[in-house]
C-alpha cells in the first residue's frame, strides 16, 4: 500500500514570489506521482505527472516538480506566483493497483 | 479535448434515501473510478472499475454502495441508504488503460457531484 504525505498544510506567499510545496510518498514497488489542483468550489485538474523518464517535470501554468526516488520526495515549484495561483494543491501517488492515494493537501494563498 | 461529466452538479437528499450519482467518462477510456472528498479533507478512494466488474474498492465502500455502467457511455455511483456522513464531493475519474503502460495511471477527474445529506 502506498501513502502520501504533503508537509505543509497552509502556504502564504506574496505574488511574484517562488513557492514549494513539499511531497513525500511511500510505498514498496515503483510508482507513478501526480499533482493535481483544486480551485475554490471546482474540481480536479492534473498539473503535471511522473510516469517514467526525466526526473524533472513541467507542467501546466509554470509549475515544475522534480522525482527523487532516494528520498521518496515529489516536490512542486514555481518561480514566481500569481494571484490566479491561489488554490488547494494535491499531491497523488499510483501504482501497480491503480487506485490514486491523494495527501491531504496543501492551501496556497497568494497575496497582492 | 474530451473531458469527464457528472450530473447532477449538487444534490441534496433526506437521510436514509437513494441517490445516483452520474458520471460520462472519456470515451475510450477502460478504467473508471469514484472518488469522494468530505469538506476540509483530503480525496479518498471508493472504488475502481474495469471490464464491467469492480477491480478494487475501499473499505469505505460498503453494502450501501454500488456502481453500474448501465450502457456504453455512463458510469454511476449508487448510495441504497444516504446518512449523514455521506455529505460530501464525489467526483468521478477515468483513465486509458488500454497497453498497460504508465498512461494507463493518469486519471481524468469530473467536476464532481456535491451531495448534500440533510
Known amino acids: 500500500a502506498q501513502s502520501v504525505t504533503q508537509l505543509d498544510s497552509q502556504v502564504p506567499v506574496f505574488e511574484e514570489a517562488p513557492v514549494e510545496l513539499r511531497c513525500n510518498y511511500s510505498?514498496?514497488?515503483?510508482?507513478?506521482l501526480f499533482w493535481y489542483v483544486q480551485y475554490p468550489n471546482q474540481g480536479l485538474q492534473l498539473l503535471l505527472k511522473y510516469l517514467s523518464g526525466s526526473t524533472l517535470v513541467k507542467g501546466i501554468n509554470g509549475f515544475e516538480a522534480e522525482f527523487n526516488k532516494s528520498q521518496t520526495s515529489f516536490h512542486l515549484r514555481k518561480p514566481s506566483v500569481h494571484i490566479s495561483d491561489t488554490a488547494e494543491y494535491f499531491c497523488?501517488?499510483?501504482?501497480?493497483?491503480?487506485?490514486?492515494?491523494f495527501g491531504a493537501g496543501t492551501t496556497v494563498t497568494v497575496r497582492a | 479535448e474530451p473531458e469527464v461529466t457528472q450530473t447532477p452538479s449538487h444534490q441534496v437528499t433526506q437521510m436514509g434515501q437513494e441517490v445516483i450519482l452520474r458520471c460520462v467518462p472519456i470515451?475510450?477510456?477502460?478504467?473508471f473510478y469514484w472518488y469522494r472528498q468530505i469538506l476540509g479533507q483530503k480525496v479518498e478512494f471508493l472504488v475502481s472499475f474495469y471490464n464491467n466488474e469492480i477491480s478494487e474498492k475501499s473499505e469505505i465502500f460498503d453494502d450501501q454502495f454500488s456502481v453500474e455502467r448501465p450502457d456504453g457511455s455512463n458510469f454511476t455511483l449508487k448510495i441504497r441508504s444516504t446518512k449523514l456522513e455521506d455529505s460530501a464531493m464525489y467526483f468521478c475519474a477515468s483513465s486509458e488503460g488500454i497497453l498497460e503502460g504508465p498512461s494507463s495511471y493518469e486519471q481524468y477527474f469530473g467536476p464532481g457531484t456535491r451531495l448534500t445529506v440533510t
Open positions: 470515451s475510450n477510456h477502460l478504467y
Open positions: 497523488a501517488v499510483s501504482s501497480n493497483d491503480y487506485k490514486l492515494s
Open positions: 510505498s514498496s514497488v515503483s510508482v507513478y
